[in-house]
């Protein structure tokens, strides 16, 4: 069958620390993957976009890597600040797909002064 | 430029009556779809429609119809509310279809409630 997961509900680290969340997906060829935050009572703001021919991508202190053979892909926050406390969702647009994207539960990040 | 935006923000029903979840947006977006969202299920595709005139089902259909007559606007009405359609639902557009698509901008969200 076909799954997306991150791994982690919930990931708790120190400020200043990089939090590394983790999105693996099964039996989906996907034209790209995408990381999203949401806050508590609000809809998901994008991030990233990595493309299935791309391996990293940098946003001022977000990373997001993307692994095919793995099926894996990884985002990253470095110097985390409390502010970066929310939940984080990947999904990805399978090959074929008109725009329809397959979400992830999400990882609630919190970041502790 | 608003964005994407839905109203009502929270809604009660008791179980049987319908009633349409608004979603306009201001950006010319050819693509737009509507989400639930329940705790432990993440985001579930409702209907989602590439252009004005047509749309399509998603994952979770049922219970739910949508329109496009125009651009703009894709409202998602509920027939007959059911306890089980309690939930978190967003709107959401893309610029365009497919792999061209760049992200999906999201609306605030209507928290529904079905007694």
Redesign the interface.
């Known amino acids: 069958s076909q799954k997306i997961e991150q791994n982690s509900e919930a990931l708790n680290i120190q400020e200043g620390k990089t939090a590394t969340l983790t999105c693996n997906y099964t039996n989906y060829s996907p034209a790209y993957l995408q990381w999203y935050r949401q806050d508590p009572g609000r809809g998901p703001v994008f991030l990233l976009l990595i493309r299935e021919n791309e391996k990293e991508k940098r946003k001022e202190r977000l990373k997001v890597t993307f692994d095919t053979t793995l099926k894996q892909s990884l985002f990253h926050i470095t110097a985390s600040q409390p502010a970066d406390s929310a939940t984080y969702l990947c999904a990805l647009l399978p090959g074929g797909s008109q725009g329809n994207l397959i979400f992830g539960k999400g990882t609630k990040l919190s970041v502790k002064p | 430029n608003a964005g ?1 935006t839905q109203t009502p923000k929270f809604q009660v029903l008791k179980t049987g009556q319908s009633m349409t979840l608004q979603c306009a947006q201001d950006m010319n977006h050819e ?1 737009m ?1 509507w ?1 639930r969202q329940d705790p ?6 409702i209907h ?1 429609s ?1 252009g004005a005139g047509i749309t399509d089902q ?1 994952e979770v259909p049922n219970g739910y119809n949508v329109s496009r007559s125009t651009t703009e606007d894709f409202p998602l009405r509920l027939l007959s509310a059911a306890p089980s359609q309690t939930s978190v639902y ?1 709107c ?1 557009s ?1 610029p ?4 061209l ?9 209507t928290r529904l409630t079905v007694v």
């Open positions: 994407v693509y779809s989400y432990g299920m993440g985001l579930r595709l989602y590439v998603g967003f959401a893309s365009k279809t497919g792999p698509n760049t992200e999906a901008f999201f609306g605030q969200g």
